[in-house]
Nanobody, 124 residues
């Protein structure tokens, strides 16, 4: 079992930045590929970004490519999502997720564990 706790959400103006963190506990964090997903009001949850267990491979949704950066610190059991040039359409609840595998398909992982989510609101 893996427990995931997100933090760092909030209210920001368009063009601003936020950094989300996800702290993991329960099992060996460094073995798990990790990802971020989001759910906007009235929409289905969608893939945002993923990172392999070593951190050597990352994948992004087209909508965030060039603006968001996923990273991880295995010594701290934490994965991050740096979000720059935020847009109102980025407003959503952001979820951290852990997977047991990482593939060449898109998205590259299917989550086995989820965090509780953190709200990001971007005002225009």
């Amino acid at each position: 079992q893996v427990q995931l706790v997100e933090s760092g959400g909030g209210l920001v103006q368009a063009g601003g930045s936020l950094r989300l963190s996800c702290a993991a506990s329960g099992r060996t964090f460094s073995r798990f590929p990790m990802g971020w997903f989001r759910r906007a009001p009235g929409k289905e949850r969608e893939f945002v970004a993923a990172i392999s267990s070593s951190g050597g491979s990352t994948v992004y949704a087209d909508s965030v490519k060039g603006r968001f950066t996923i990273s991880r610190d295995n010594a701290k059991d934490t994965v991050y999502l740096q979000m720059n040039s935020l847009k109102p359409e980025d407003t959503a609840v952001y979820y951290c997720a852990a997977s047991t595998y990482y593939t060449s398909s898109y998205p590259p992982l299917v989550p086995s564990y989820w965090g509780q989510g953190t709200q990001v609101t971007v005002s225009s």
